[in-house]
């Protein structure tokens, strides 16, 4: 029989998530993993099988927090729209490493998104899971008359990602969080319009 996990499988997922951001998939080691989540390659094996396997928990981990950080964006606002402003607000309020970091999602489709399907349709469905909750979102908003009858919430939910990969892209290249905010404004008044 198995002995259960005795190490904090949140901590050890936090503690990889910022080694494999840091490093990125291909460059980041086994040592340094062992290193950063202090588990031994044997329990770091069990737990999660491989590197990959334990980059597929850290990429559900890093999207299921985004995803979080959206739902109560939304469910704070007095409004869809204010929602999806306050969401992306907050993106383009990241300052230091996190703006510098660019998305781990977005890092990784462009890492490894090709050569590893396994990680791929990770990210793909995670990227998908955010677009659907900003189209409904905006459907919603549609609903309540917020957004123009013969807007398409399903075209600018694929906008607003576009604007997610962006911004991550822009904020890794050294962005302030000044030129991060107009950005967003400009590409929120689409919403408006």
Known sequence: ????????REQ???RATATFWDHGYCATSIS??????RLQPGSLYAA??????????????YAGRTLQRLERQLARATDPLRGVDAFFAELAGQGGDARRRGCLLVNSALEVGRSDPAIQAHVSHHLAAIEQRLCAALERAQTDGLLAADASPAVLAKFLMTTIWGLRVLGSTGADART??????????????
């Open 1 to 8: 029989m198995a002995r259960p996990a005795s190490f904090d």
């Open 12 to 14: 050890v997922l936090e």
């Open 32 to 37: 340094q993993l062992v290193d950063a989540t």
């Open 48 to 61: 999660f099988e491989s590197k990959q396997g334990l980059f597929l928990a850290v990429l559900d981990h």
């Open 180 to 193: 991060m905010k107009q950005v967003v404004a400009q590409a929120l008044r689409v919403l408006r319009d």
